[in-house]
């Protein structure tokens, strides 16, 4: 899951950033509304936390020319003003949380989580593939019954090709989703995350869930 | 000496009553008096009316008509009272008698005047009696031929004075009864109008701090009492005005607080959510007090502020000042993030500058000024200190902008305001840091403005009054601006 966090407060922004990376997001901060903009205009976050109160175009107008360009990201508001009036205009113009200061991280992360789920249609937390249950709340895969240890980046993937199942993700759309700018990652990292994940879910004498989708990308379900 | 408790409406009923009662006292006594004297004279013009009449009736020669009792009968009147009289030949021997009041003994007149007298009559009450000697015979005839007649009149006056004392009784119930009925007006008048002041102090009684925007109803007052009303209504709205600003005051601080708190407690929570290598702790623990120090600065101009507004006589030690190694000082803990920042920052203070002034509040208008101009200048900017005592001059930092706002220059020194965000670099807006900065300035007599000068620049400058015969000369000329500020 990519996310924009966009707060100037500088402390707080560096320690969400390392938190929410810790937690399996891509993160990129911006520290004012225009760089803000600027950057959710060049990628497609899943998640957007705002800050209302911003040097160079304020939160609201952030998320008036989002919505106004169609930016299907969610956004979660994440403010000192806790006024109900404040709440009421930021939901009314378009944000699908809001989240006051001071607030518990874990909490911001559940709220991310919840936002992620209603945009992708989820009921709730565990995404079932055949035998394959991704836990997006605990970060836990199973496969028939057992536990599945991954690595952070692995299971970003495994999660993002789950909340997907069933469709065809180019390998531009995970490079995009799952990881951060930062990692900048060479032209072959997917190919070698999804190996790894192969090796770890589709055993041998399993079906195999994991598709390659030649000249196009991955695919993950059942269907073959 | 306690002063006894006076009842307005007490003390208003028993002055109409009495104004009233002593009012038409006088008037009744002066109604009777007239009424009864003039009565009285009718009363004694009948008696000699009959005498002059009985007189008249008896002939020239002294010879009694056959029924003087019947001639008289006219004039006698008796509904009047009961009346006798009696005539008397010159020699004093009776001619004739009437009788009524017999057991009264009547004597002739003594002297030739006519006298009037009031008499006891026998049956009780009283009677008026009329004696004079009179001429016998018609009017008009010569004196010199008539004979002298000596005539008694005596009529009984009880119902003279029963009408009078009627009359009395008329009055003295017409006056008591309007004084009973005035009262009771005067009563009511004002039982309406106190019941009306009880009604409104009791909805006074129930106003509390969330009921502050009701107003008196002071409509069905009475002028007179309508002000001291409508005084209340309106100290109830400054007293709601100025609940409502503290209100918003405790509301911005503790915004004001939420930020770094936020700050804080994500750092903390996020450092503390897994095994981590030291380092990676030693460097959340840095961030956390940076936080720290930026909420302990938020406190003490919070204290500093709450001090001043409460008008406390915060203590003062005036004291020769160095201004330039004082603002030397006030920037050391800001360096850090001017460099960060990219800010270039020039002391231009001459060692020689210096003022007597309270060096606390000095330091604390220095650092807030400093702060805010590290704080607010576009990054890559200068910020430079200039002092000139002699001049007026305190202290004026400037900055490399951006400007502020020309609608906002007035107001930027107000708890909290929020100025066009574009001036707003680390915070979202300038907190109380310039609140301050002008409460401490007003209390040392200095005056404190900001300016937007060309070029994009911005200057605070604190002014105190020129010192009067400061040598000018020794004081340096300002070095030339610097030219590099952002346009």
Redesign the interface.
């Known amino acids: 899951m990519r996310l924009l966090l966009i707060e100037d407060y500088l402390p707080l922004a560096r320690s969400l950033t390392q938190g929410l990376k810790e937690a399996g997001y891509g993160v990129d901060a911006a520290a004012d509304g225009e760089t803000g903009l600027a950057l959710a205009e060049e990628t497609a976050y899943d998640v957007i936390v705002l800050d209302l109160m911003l040097p160079r175009a304020d939160g609201y107008v952030v998320l008036e020319r989002l919505r106004a360009a169609k930016s299907t990201a969610g956004v979660i508001i994440l403010t000192a003003r806790h006024e109900l009036p404040d709440r009421i205009r930021g939901l009314d113009l378009g944000a699908d949380d809001y989240v006051t200061k001071p607030f518990a991280f874990d909490e911001l992360v559940a709220r991310i989580r919840s936002v992620v789920r209603r945009r992708q249609g989820l009921p709730h937390n565990v995404i079932e593939i055949a035998d394959l249950k991704v836990d997006t709340t605990a970060r836990r895969v199973e496969r028939g019954g057992h536990v599945i240890a991954l690595s952070a980046r692995e299971y970003a993937l495994i999660e993002y090709l789950a909340s997907r199942h069933g469709e065809t993700i180019t390998r531009a759309e995970i490079v995009e989703h799952v990881y951060d700018f930062a990692s900048a990652p060479s032209s072959n990292v997917v190919d070698v995350y999804i190996g790894y994940l192969r090796r770890k879910i589709d055993r041998e004498g399993q079906v195999k869930l994991i598709h390659t989708r030649r000249g196009i990308g991955y695919c993950i379900g059942a269907l073959e | 000496m306690s002063r006894r408790a006076v009842s307005l409406q007490r003390t208003l009923t028993v002055t109409v009553i009495a104004i009233v009662g002593v009012a038409l006292a006088g008037l009744s006594a002066t109604v009777y008096e007239l009424y009864g004297r003039g009565s009285r004279e009718r009363f004694d013009e009948r008696l000699a009316e009959v005498a002059r009449d009985a007189a008249m009736r008896v002939g020239r020669d002294g010879i009694l008509p056959s029924d003087l009792e019947a001639d008289l009968l006219p004039t006698l009147d008796q509904s009047r009272g009961a009346t006798s009289f009696q005539l008397w030949n010159d020699d004093g021997s009776v001619l004739a008698r009437y009788p009524p009041l017999a057991s009264v003994a009547l004597s002739p007149p003594e002297g030739a005047l006519p006298r009037f007298d009031t008499v006891p009559l026998p049956e009780g009450g009283a009677g008026r009696l009329y004696r004079a000697w009179l001429g016998s015979g018609p009017k008009g005839s010569a004196p010199s031929a008539a004979k002298r007649i000596g005539i008694a009149v005596l009529r009984d006056t009880g119902k003279l004075e029963h009408r009078l004392a009627r009359l009395r009784r008329l009055l003295g119930a017409t006056t008591i009864g309007t004084m009973f009925l005035s009262g009771l007006v005067a009563w009511l008048v004002i039982h309406r109008s106190v019941r009306s002041v009880a009604r409104l102090s009791t909805r006074i009684g129930s106003i509390d701090a969330f009921s502050l925007g009701e107003r008196l109803d002071v409509e069905d007052l009475p002028d007179e009492l309508r002000p001291p009303f409508a005084k209340v209504n309106e100290l109830l709205s400054r007293i709601e005005q100025v609940l409502s600003r503290e209100r918003q005051f405790s509301?911005d601080v503790s915004?004001e607080l939420?930020?770094?708190?936020?700050?804080?407690?994500?750092?903390l929570?996020?450092?503390g959510?897994?095994e981590r290598a030291p380092s990676e702790h030693r460097a959340?623990l840095g961030?956390?007090l940076?936080?720290v120090r930026q909420l302990e600065a938020i406190v003490e101009n919070l204290l500093a502020l709450a001090r001043l507004g409460v008008g406390q006589p915060t203590e003062e030690h005036r004291e020769q000042i160095e201004i330039g190694g004082l603002v030397e000082s006030c920037f050391a803990p800001l360096g850090d993030i001017a460099q960060r920042r990219g800010l270039r920052f020039d002391n231009w203070v001459a060692p020689t500058a210096g003022v007597v002034a309270d060096k606390v509040k000095l330091r604390l208008i220095t650092s807030n000024l400093l702060s805010n101009a590290v704080q607010y200048t576009a990054e890559g900017g200068w910020i430079t200190v200039e002092s000139e005592p002699a001049l007026g001059v305190v202290l004026r930092v400037r900055d490399s902008g951006p400007a502020i706002p020309e609608s906002a220059l007035a107001r930027i020194f107000d708890p909290f305001f929020?100025v066009d965000?574009?001036?707003?670099?680390?915070?979202?807006?300038y907190g109380i840091g310039l609140t301050l900065v002008r409460g401490l300035c007003e209390t040392c007599g200095y005056r404190v403005k900001a300016e937007n000068e060309p070029g994009g620049a911005v200057a605070f400058t604190v002014t105190r009054q020129p010192t009067p015969g400061a040598e000018l000369d020794g004081s340096a000329p300002l070095q030339p601006r610097i030219g590099t500020g952002t346009d």
């Not at chain 2, 939420?258 to 750092?267: K, N, Q, S, Y």
């Not at chain 2, 965000?421 to 807006?429: L, Y």
């Open positions: 509301a915004h939420r930020t770094p708190l936020a700050g804080l407690r994500a750092i929570e996020v450092s959510s897994r959340a961030d956390a940076e936080v929020r965000h574009s001036r707003s670099g680390g915070g979202d807006h």
